[in-house]
């Protein structure tokens, strides 16, 4: 571990500072965070990052209203069309 040393809003103290481990895991998983969106490093780096496995992580962002894929819905209907397509015609050669 290593010692950081912000500046921060006074308001923002508390929030910084978390006193049980859980909230520590929470901020440092959202400090992480934009570097995972913008593709910097993986959710599997920044689990070990953690010390926590890829899963549980994945999991506390969704708890978090982070989805893992980062699709829209119309990207994901029409890769979805594009199975049902190549599901239907068979695998050509």
């Given amino acids: 571990m290593v010692t950081v040393e912000m500046e921060l ?3 923002m103290k ?4 978390p006193e049980n481990e859980e909230e520590q895991l929470v901020r ?20 070990e990052i953690l ?5 549980d992580l994945i999991e506390l962002y969704g708890k978090m ?12 209907e ?8 190549v ?3 068979g695998v050509r050669t």
């Fill in 87 to 89: 599901k239907q015609d």
């Fill in 14 to 17: 508390r929030f910084a500072m």
């Fill in 28 to 47: 440092n998983a959202m400090i992480l965070y934009p570097y995972i969106r913008n593709k910097r490093i993986s959710h599997g780096r920044a689990a």
């Fill in 51 to 55: 010390g926590i496995h890829k899963w």
């Fill in 9 to 11: 809003p006074n308001e």
């Fill in 78 to 85: 029409r890769e979805l069309q594009v199975f049902q397509q």
């Fill in 65 to 76: 209203g982070f989805c893992y894929f980062d699709q829209t819905k119309g990207e994901l």
